[in-house]
């Protein structure tokens, strides 16, 4: 099962909304988003938005921090993500790569202890926290991700067999072994893509199935490029 970025932060968005204080006008969290302001990172941001607008579960939510960390404007990024925390949110949600997403960590964890933070690849690569928070966060360590939400990109334990191949996980990730390598939610979604077109094919009519198949692939990617624009 794979998730659109979009909808990263929303099962725990909804715990969250489901275990805060009830207020006369229902349960209401405070909340800030902080990530790289381009790519998949933004789509998480935009669905983070999306969810608290149509759940009309914010209170006094100040904007989004849309941060670029990188070496060259660190400085500036530290500027943007203490004006964030400056707020006092309740939830902050962090949508960045793996370096940027645990310095972002490390400097909120400095300032400010929100009641909870949910993170892409906040624990994607342990190394960095274990050196003190990345590249300059001044960090704690992998102490920074008590508490820490990670949303995560397939469902890598479950047990539900793909009604075209019948693998389950444990029969993909046994067959990604040795020279193929591990699995992960980047070659799981290599291997969704490839059963997709297998089921389209065999699933066309007899004769036709290569241009339909192309023609709706062409018209998926269309739409697409308009819902993103």
């Given at each position: 099962m ?21 207020t006369r006008?229902g349960?209401?969290?405070?909340y ?5 302001s381009?790519?998949w990172?933004?789509?998480v941001?935009?669905g983070v ?5 149509l759940?009309r579960?914010?209170?006094?939510r100040?904007?989004?921090?849309a ?6 404007n660190?400085?500036?990024s530290?500027?943007?993500i203490?004006?964030?925390i ?7 949600v ?5 370096f940027e997403s ?9 300032h400010?202890?929100p ?5 892409t ?11 003190g928070?990345?590249g ?20 890598a334990d479950g047990?539900v067999a793909d ?7 444990k029969?993909?990730?046994a ?10 939610y980047?070659?799981?979604s290599?291997m ?9 094919l ?14 709706n692939m ?12």
């Open positions: 794979f998730t659109k970025p979009e909808e990263y932060a929303i099962p725990a968005l909804d715990a969250i909304l489901h275990a805060a204080p009830a006008l349960h209401k969290f405070s800030q988003t902080i990530g790289m381009t790519g990172p933004a789509q941001m935009k938005n999306d969810w608290m607008f759940n579960a914010t209170t006094n100040a904007g989004t921090a941060v670029v960390m990188t070496d060259s660190l400085a500036h530290k500027t943007f203490q004006a964030a400056a707020q006092k949110p309740d939830v902050v962090v949508a960045a790569e793996a645990q310095e972002i960590i490390s400097i909120i964890r400095n400010y202890q009641r909870a933070i949910i993170a690849h906040a624990w994607s690569k342990h190394n960095l926290l274990n050196n928070g990345g300059g966060g001044g960090g704690n360590g992998v102490n920074d991700l008590h508490g820490v939400i990670m949303p995560d990109q397939w469902e047990c009604p075209v191949t019948g693998w389950t996980t029969d993909f990730e067959l990604m072994k040795g020279a193929h390598g591990n699995a992960n980047h070659s799981a290599a969704a893509a490839m059963i997709a077109v297998s089921s389209a065999k699933h066309g009519i007899p004769g036709d199935q290569v241009n339909t198949l192309a023609h062409e018209h998926f990617k269309r739409s697409e490029e308009r819902r993103v624009g």
